[in-house]
């Protein structure tokens, strides 16, 4: 009993000693990806803002600008790839005090490596419906659950060009480790505009006659990301929307604001964080660990439960005793039962004269 005792520990343990590097360097591989059906809404919000309001061809200043951003993963996109993760962004931006009149909306399409993060042209990727923009670097995301404290090239969806993300500190975000990256997207031309400006609005005086403009960017964007997922936890975008007359005399603001993640959505990007950095370090660390250590535990006790066998097996029979009544076996005890007729030694024969 012991020996097959032994023998099925030892199985089991082999078995569980083969399953940890399995989970480790192959489930680990098919887990730690970016999803294929993301959703996720984030809200930024920027006091102190100032837009000119196109409705009523005013400025509009001190008010606080509300940007609503939604991703979404479409599963179907990536024509069956299983390695290319496809994500629509569209973010809505509003006055606080008036929700129901949008200022601008953004939308734009990307298709990326869900291991590397890197950016990939397919499945229908664009900017505004421009699908002739060709991405390149990172885009909403870092290197899935690899990210390390250097530069990387991202995305700029305004400008439509590569801007190095850098490093700068480590800081803590709703009580994580996060790394902060910060890129610098210098003023850019974003669009020739097809029509003539007051002279007025461009700060050229009353008599200046209408001016051909052209809309110019810029913008400091800052992401505190969790190591564990390349997840951003915590966002800042100080942007600068202007159009300048080509001789950069006549210029007109046309939205500036210092956008920031509300506290609630911090505390929500936290959460997500904290649920797929579980999963990555249960497949990473917690199962293949605790089945190496189960396996080696279980083939001890086999390797135990055998010897055991091995030694009971081996051991020499006992050496019979003989009886009074000269026959081999243990004596009858006393206050047993006695013995059966069948059992009773045979009288002694009777001697005749």
Not at 246 to 274: F, I, N, Y
Request: proline content about 7%.
């Amino acid at each position: 009993m012991r020996r097959k005792f032994g023998l099925v520990l030892v199985v089991f343990g082999a078995f569980f000693l083969t399953l940890a590097p399995l989970v480790r360097f192959y489930v680990a591989d098919q887990l730690v990806r970016a999803p294929l059906n993301r959703y996720q809404r984030t809200t930024l919000e920027a006091p102190n803002a100032t837009y000119f309001d196109t409705a009523t061809l005013k400025m509009r200043r001190g008010v606080t600008l509300v940007a609503e951003n939604t991703v979404r993963g479409d599963v179907r996109a990536n024509n069956g790839d299983g390695d290319i993760a496809v994500w629509d962004s569209s973010t809505n931006i509003y006055d606080k005090a008036v929700p129901d009149k949008m200022i601008e909306v953004q939308g734009y399409r990307i298709a990326f490596d869900r291991r590397s993060s890197e950016l990939v042209n397919c499945c229908g990727t664009n900017i505004g419906g421009d699908t002739k923009v060709q991405m390149s670097g990172y885009g909403l995301l870092f290197p899935v659950a690899n990210v390390e404290k250097r530069e990387y090239p991202f995305f700029d969806m305004t400008t439509r060009r590569t801007v190095p993300m850098r490093f700068e500190a480590e800081e803590k975000v709703q009580g994580i480790a996060a790394y902060r990256f910060t890129r610098q997207v210098p003023v850019t031309l974003t669009q020739k505009v097809n029509f003539k400006m007051p002279g007025d609005w461009l700060g050229l005086g009353k008599r200046s006659p209408a001016q051909k403009v052209d809309r110019y960017f810029q913008s400091t964007i800052t992401q505190w990301i969790d190591p564990r997922t390349g997840v951003p936890v915590k966002v800042r975008q100080a942007i600068h929307s202007f159009v300048q007359t080509p001789d950069g005399r006549g210029r007109m603001t046309v939205a500036s604001a210092d956008l920031r993640t509300t506290e609630q959505g911090e505390k929500s990007l936290v959460a997500q964080a904290d649920k797929a950095a579980l999963i990555i370090a249960a497949v990473r660390v917690y199962v293949p660990a605790g089945s190496l250590v189960l396996g080696l535990i279980m083939l001890l006790l086999g390797a135990i439960a055998g010897r055991i066998a091995d030694r009971k097996a081996a051991r020499p029979p006992t050496k019979p005793v003989r009886r009074a009544d000269g026959k081999f076996g243990e004596a009858q005890p006393a206050g047993a039962a006695p013995l059966q007729a069948e059992e009773r030694p045979a009288p002694p024969p009777i001697r005749r004269p």
